[in-house]
């Protein structure tokens, strides 16, 4: 069966031509001056349809992340659709798989040290060897920690990497400023590589800190994938249970941004600190 090339050109042509025209009007902009990428805002906000109430969509759009007015073909999504769900897909794995920055974590003066995942695969086969420091990088801490702190903070690259690229370099200054000027005794921050959550109980009791906070990247989805969590513990001890953690989620720049983050966090963990308590106990202490 013969390709006739000629003709995918002109579909393909006519697709974009179309998508062009549909993000330049959702921004305002003449359409021969813009060409937004499949994920940008324009295009999230673009109307592929005429609706009955098209400011009403419009409004609606710009508050949420949800696929909602996409329109179909049929009983199939539309190509634009389809397209940016494909992209959204990608940029989850990526998010996954791709190694945290190390130009970031340097330019943070932060030093690495890594879980017993010997690489990523075992990262995410293994999930009990991410919540465990290797022998190496336990020692490590010994040397490089301060000894009982009253704060340990450290991040952790987590199922994204592209979340701790995205929001640590905004959030790490805002939030050790805001526990400096509380005058807390502040542990070594640092990294660690194919970290999970409850890593943070380890640490806590190595360098013998009071309250432990783990800065992570979340699992991605397909509304972003630069989403992350800290978790907050007090008197953290490996094995304990969930429900004493304190969890502030969706840290990115469509949700909580990185910079009202950092000044959040050192409030809240001054708070856990003063309250002695996390978790279910901090909110019965109110």
């Not at 943070?108 to 879980?115: A, H, I, K, Q, Y």
């Not at 009791?205 to 007090?234: D, F, H, N, Q, W």
């Not at 009202?260 to 966090?265: F, K, P, S, V």
Request: proline letters at 4%.
């Amino acid at each position: 069966m013969a390709i006739d090339l000629q003709l995918i050109e002109k579909v393909i042509t006519e697709v974009l031509t179309e998508y062009t025209a549909n993000a330049s009007r959702a921004s305002g902009q003449n359409p021969a001056a813009v060409r937004p990428g499949l994920t940008s805002a324009a295009s999230r906000e673009a109307l592929l349809f005429q609706p009955q109430d098209a400011a009403a969509l419009q409004r609606m759009k710009q508050r949420t992340n949800a696929r909602i007015g996409v329109g179909k073909t049929g009983a199939r999504l539309m190509t634009q659709t389809l397209l940016t769900l494909r992209a959204d897909h990608a940029a989850a794995r990526d998010a996954v798989f791709r190694d945290a920055a190390g130009d970031v974590v340097d330019s943070l003066g932060l030093f690495s040290v890594e879980s017993k995942c010997a690489n990523k695969n075992e990262f995410l086969t293994r999930p009990d060897l991410g919540r465990q420091l290797s022998e190496a990088a336990a020692q490590l801490l010994r040397d490089k920690c301060r000894p009982n702190p009253d704060i340990q903070v450290f991040a952790a690259d987590g199922l994204s990497s592209t979340a701790i690229t995205a929001n640590l370099p905004d959030l790490w200054p805002c939030l050790l400023d805001g526990l400096q000027a509380r005058g807390v005794n502040m542990g070594t921050p640092f990294f660690v590589r194919h970290g999970r959550v409850g890593i943070m109980d380890q640490v806590a009791e190595i360098v013998g800190a009071k309250v432990v906070c783990v800065l992570l990247g979340e699992r991605p989805g397909l509304a972003t994938a630069e989403s992350m969590s800290a978790y907050i513990a007090y008197n953290a001890r490996v094995g304990m249970e969930e429900s004493r953690r304190t969890v502030v989620s969706n840290i990115h720049r469509l949700g909580i941004p990185a910079v009202e983050a950092g000044a959040y966090l050192a409030e809240l963990l001054v708070k856990v600190l003063e309250a002695k308590a996390s978790g279910v106990a901090l909110n019965r202490e109110g």
